[in-house]
């Protein structure tokens, strides 16, 4: 279960929920949040401290709308950007500004939380830990993280087996094609080599037989100028 579907937004409610795939986009936070500031909780669904604080979120997102961007993500859904800020503590709670991720660890009420982002002077001077806004991650990164996301989808979970037999499956049928264009390859080259041994062979013979030839022409002209001398010395 989700905290969404364990938690009934307001249709009117001004809380962003963000994902992998939106978090860059809407926040635009590496480079320089030029959409605003955005308090974010990252949160996750068996959390109890998160499902507690989401509705007091949800208010602070319709109070702070206009000044501030409220959002949550769930970073048991969203491992990409769980990873990419290091989620280790839940919920946990970043105002991101300017390139900026400015950790919020005071009381979780609603005068407290409008207090500190409320005001770049506040949040900078009562932020628990400041640091830069970490990069998104490499295409390689990026990839590998929708393969985690993948087997841990819903569908991987409850049918198990089918996945580790498409998955094998899939294996199998790589190292088949390998297998079979090292086959080609070794036959190419058992072919090549084969013609190249025979045109090798073939141009000695070629060779051997040439120079039977013209031997045999040097012999046969050697006789007819002996003939030829011996029939003049006999006229003489």
């Not at 955005?38 to 602070?60: I, N, Q, S």
């Not at 950790?103 to 400041?130: C, D, N």
Request: charged content about 25%.
């Amino acid at each position: 279960i989700s905290l969404t579907e364990a938690h009934e937004f307001r249709q009117d409610s001004k809380l962003r929920i963000l994902t992998d795939e939106t978090f860059e986009h809407d926040t635009q936070a590496s480079t320089g949040s030029t959409t605003g500031p955005w308090f974010v909780m990252f949160y996750a669904p068996w959390c109890g401290h998160c499902r507690k604080l989401l509705p007091t979120w949800e208010d602070l997102a319709d109070e702070m709308y206009g000044q501030v961007n409220v959002a949550a993500v769930d970073v048991t859904a969203n491992t990409e950007v769980g990873s990419r800020f290091t989620i280790k503590r839940l919920p946990t709670l970043y105002l991101i500004n300017h390139g900026k991720v400015y950790r919020y660890a005071g009381q979780r009420t609603m005068e407290a939380l409008i207090e500190f982002a409320s005001s770049p002077e506040v949040y900078t001077a009562k932020a628990a830990e400041t640091m830069d806004v970490p990069q998104p991650p490499s295409g390689l990164k990026h990839a590998w993280a929708r393969v985690e996301k993948l087997l841990q989808s819903k569908f991987v979970r409850d049918h198990p087996i089918i996945v580790a037999l498409c998955f094998s499956g899939s294996v199998f049928l790589l190292m088949a094609i390998t297998a079979y264009g090292i086959f080609l390859c070794a036959n190419v080259s058992e072919s090549d080599a084969e013609v190249e041994v025979k045109r090798r062979l073939d141009m000695e013979k070629n060779r051997q037989t040439g120079a039977s030839v013209k031997s045999r022409g040097q012999a046969a002209e050697a006789t007819n100028h002996d003939t030829a001398a011996a029939e003049s010395k006999k006229e003489k």
